[in-house]
């Protein structure tokens, strides 16, 4: 079981930093837009302000190249300066432009990379690990995470289903996803894969809780799901049916308390119930203990 995409978010440094601020512990709660990391970074402030003033020497020396090239064009029209001289003072203008925009990029990521020493929660939802804590040093790398925060009210399960009954799965088919407690949850099936290798024997299809559960990530799961429904159906105890080899079969009990074998087809089966498509009746009473032993017409 795991966060849908989107709802799951591992937050690392943009670089090599020493955490300043770290005010959620893990279980806590985050609203969107709430505080969850601020990074020190001591080279930051003197290389954005190192870049600034390289965009400001850059604009000096495009308004010196311009400036130039608007005072040789006209003199090459007069025969007083060569149309070299005019190439020259474009090519200077040019390189000039092409300058400033260099530093304009730099300042821009500077900037981006102050803006990302702050961290603030983009969603709301909980503090699901904390590595580190304030004062800590971190890398930039992905091996070096400081908060992963999730959306519990988002959670997905991947189930493996057997290939044989994928067909019989789609979207919008719900179910119960039963957790360590015994509960069975709420569930509807998201997607299947749009093709399944005839090598495996299994297939995975994505998950999704109808109402918030209070299972946590990583939780093993059990899950059933209702391919199918038969109004007024037969049911009784799967405990109740005999299999002998082709032979499929259940111990009635009349009204004498003696015991009738009747050969039955089934139909839906579950881990605790079976449906009977012929061989019973409804009210029909039938041995689920012993019934194997039974002689027919034996009490």
């Known amino acids: 079981m795991q966060p849908a995409p989107g709802a799951d978010w ?12 770290l005010p959620k512990a893990e279980g806590d709660a985050v609203s969107a837009g ?7 970074i001591p080279t930051l402030p003197a290389e954005l302000e190192s870049k600034k003033s390289a965009v400001l020497q850059a604009k000096a020396q495009l308004t010196q190249a311009t400036a130039a090239l608007n005072r040789v064009t006209p003199l090459v029209a007069q025969g007083v300066a060569a ?3 005019v190439e020259e003072a474009r090519r200077a203008r040019d390189e000039a432009t092409a300058a400033l925009a260099q530093a304009e990029s730099a300042v821009a990521a500077a900037t981006a990379l102050a803006e990302r020493a702050t961290v603030r929660a983009k969603f709301a939802g909980v503090i699901a ?34 290939v044989a009954d994928i067909a019989r799965v789609g979207p919008g088919h719900e179910g119960f996803a039963i957790g360590p407690s015994g509960e069975g949850e709420p569930i509807r099936v998201l997607t299947k894969p749009p093709q ?21 990530p990583g939780t093993a799961v059990q899950i059933v799901l209702i391919a199918e429904k038969h109004e ?15 032979e499929v079969f259940v111990m009635v009990i009349d009204k004498d308390n003696k015991a009738h074998r009747h050969d039955v087809v089934v139909g839906l089966t579950s881990a605790e119930k079976v449906e009977i498509l012929s061989g019973v009746a409804a009210g029909d009473v039938v041995a689920f203990r012993g019934q194997g032993e039974l002689p027919d017409g034996g009490t």
């Open 129 to 162: 690990k904390r590595w580190h804590s304030p004062g800590d040093l971190v890398e930039a790398s992905a091996g070096d995470p400081v908060l992963r925060v999730i959306d519990p009210h988002a959670l997905q399960i991947a189930a493996s289903i057997p």
């Open 34 to 40: 709430d505080l969850l990391v601020r990074f020190d």
């Open 232 to 246: 007024k159906a037969i049911i009784i105890p799967a405990a109740a049916v005999v299999h002998d080899d082709d």
């Open 10 to 21: 591992t937050i690392t440094p943009p670089e090599a930093a020493r955490i300043a601020e």
């Open 83 to 85: 149309p070299r001289d």
């Open 196 to 216: 399944v290798d005839a090598a495996t024997t299994m297939a995975d299809v994505r998950i999704v809780f109808t109402k918030p559960t209070k299972l946590m």
